[in-house]
């Protein structure tokens, strides 16, 4: 392989620029072309680098923060971690308001790159002066030179991903995608990278995959806000119980709903068959492409492109723990759980 003398002045050169990978094994029966957008190769192993960066970085042009200020946000998830690298790296404090429900490591990987973390009780309403929502809200208020990244209402996140993930895959691919799938949580990703690969070619097909137990799909077709269609779920990252203003409905053209077993299961085949150790809803991703050719729904000349958002270490007690899966009753028998781990 060509040495290159690759010389970084922070980990902050190295947030974007993604791999584009060829699946090799799991579409062979599948007809078409496909490469995964692999976003775990971010230095905060997700998407949610472009995000954190952009938005921080607005703020800065636009006079409204300067190192030493405070960024706050409501998330125990990928876009906490991100926000709190931007910040060690670029000196400010970072303040995230999660949810008691949040796991002890989620908290533990937080405060280890330096974010400030109030648990708030889960079991209040979103109204209440004590749920995180409201905590993050009052302490922007309180702290001078502060911002609130509020991911789900803020048109900068899906601003990120038009300058960025959309560029990237449109010259990765060099104009020649036809159909992109990605994962809808705050809708920033998807509808990003579909306004900007739309702008270039009208006919690109852009498909969201949403989880069942959310609301996504169903507003789609009906612009209606459908309370019936929320329940729990597992996948973490996908789908929504409220409508998020950063999805830009307008430019997805179908929403593809799959199961948190399916989505577990097929996370697991993406490492075993492409060597690629990738989250919950990157196996989410791959499960609506199989779903898709199960319709017979690509033609084999489609180039398809799918995006997996981040790295399967995120996931070590849920998804890629044996007795998770059979805890969730994700496993047919016993002996598919012990099945990879012999014992002496
Ligand atoms: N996958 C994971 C693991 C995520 O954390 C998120 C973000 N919530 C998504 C997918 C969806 O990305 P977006 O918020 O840009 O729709």
Redesign the pocket.
């Known amino acids: 392989m060509e040495q290159s003398k690759q010389v970084f002045n922070s980990a902050l050169d190295l947030i974007g620029n993604t791999p584009l990978i060829k699946l090799n094994k799991m579409a062979t029966e599948f007809k078409g072309n496909y490469h995964a957008k692999v976003e775990a190769f971010n230095p905060g192993h997700?998407?949610?680098d472009r995000i954190a960066l952009y938005i921080i970085e607005q703020a800065e042009k636009q006079g409204i923060i300067k190192p030493g200020d405070t960024i706050i946000e409501t998330t125990s998830?990928?876009?906490g971690f991100s926000l709190a690298m931007v910040s060690v790296i670029k000196g400010y404090d970072c303040i995230l308001a999660v949810s008691s429900k949040s796991s002890a490591d989620k908290i533990d990987m937080l405060k280890t790159m330096g974010a400030k973390v109030y648990v708030c009780p889960a079991n209040v309403s979103a109204d209440d002066p004590r749920s995180y929502y409201e905590v993050a809200k009052r302490l922007h208020s309180e702290i001078k030179g502060s911002v609130y990244i509020n991911?789900y209402f803020n048109q900068l996140?899906l601003d990120a991903?038009y300058n960025s993930t959309g560029p990237e895959i449109w010259n990765q691919t060099e104009g020649q995608i036809t159909h992109l799938v990605a994962?809808?949580?705050?809708?920033?990703?998807?509808s990003g990278t579909a306004k900007y690969l739309k702008e270039q070619n009208p006919n690109i097909k852009i498909i969201g995959v949403d989880a069942y137990g959310s609301v996504l799909k169903k507003y789609h077709e009906t612009r209606e806000f459908d309370k019936d269609e929320i329940y729990p779920y597992r996948i973490?990252?996908?789908g929504k119980n409220l409508i998020p203003t950063a999805t830009d409905f307008d430019v997805i053209d179908k929403f593809v709903k799959v199961t948190d077993e399916e989505s577990a299961h097929t996370a697991r085949e993406i490492a075993l068959t492409e060597g690629l150790f990738v989250?919950?809803?990157s196996g989410a991703a791959m499960q609506a492409l199989k779903q898709l050719n199960e319709e017979d729904y690509f033609k084999p000349t489609d180039k398809v492109v799918v995006i997996f958002?981040?790295h399967g270490s995120r996931y070590m007690s849920k998804v890629y723990s044996d007795k998770w899966m059979n805890d969730q009753g994700f496993f047919d028998s016993q002996n598919e759980a012990a099945a990879q781990s012999i014992q002496y």
Not at 183 to 190: A, E, H, N, V
Request: hydrophobic fraction near 10%.
């Open positions: 997700s998407s949610k998830g990928n876009t991911q996140n991903h994962c809808s949580g705050t809708g920033g990703t998807i973490e990252g996908l989250g919950y809803t958002p981040d």
